[in-house]
């Protein structure tokens, strides 16, 4: 099926996250938004072990859903930034992020369902939260 894709950083956030939440998106049967770090310029790999290990798991069981999907990458910033106890998405009530890589279901404006940093490569996990189960 179709995976549509929209990227937000932390000076961008709100006003992507608006549209994704929009009803053009809507009109995708799943809605997922994937926290990741941010990547180096010069190497294209992400600071984040994890994120390098989770991604390409996470849009090859997307990219094969049996679902039109819209996925917002959001990019949390450095290490430095994301390291701070009070980083915006560690503390939005609508988050509370622990840890990067973490995929969430977004669904009747809401989380029904995530992935934290150390399950969010696991293919048994995503297939369950694509799958609803």
Request: aromatic share 10%.
């Amino acid at each position: 099926m179709v995976l549509e894709t929209m990227e937000a950083k932390l000076d961008d956030f709100n006003q992507v996250f608006q549209k994704f939440r929009s009803e053009e998106a809507t009109k995708k049967n799943l809605k997922f938004i994937l926290f990741l770090a941010d990547k180096d310029p010069m190497t294209s790999r992400s600071w984040c072990p994890d994120c390098n290990v989770a991604e390409p798991i996470i849009y090859q069981k997307l990219e094969a859903a049996n679902n039109d999907i819209a996925l917002l990458k959001v990019y949390s910033g450095d290490r430095p930034t994301w390291r701070n106890p009070n980083h915006r998405f560690r503390v939005d009530p609508r988050f509370r992020l622990q840890g990067v890589p973490t995929l969430i279901r977004w669904e009747n404006d809401g989380i029904t369902g995530r992935l934290e940093d150390y399950e969010a490569h696991v293919e048994t996990k995503i297939d369950a939260l694509l799958s609803d189960k």
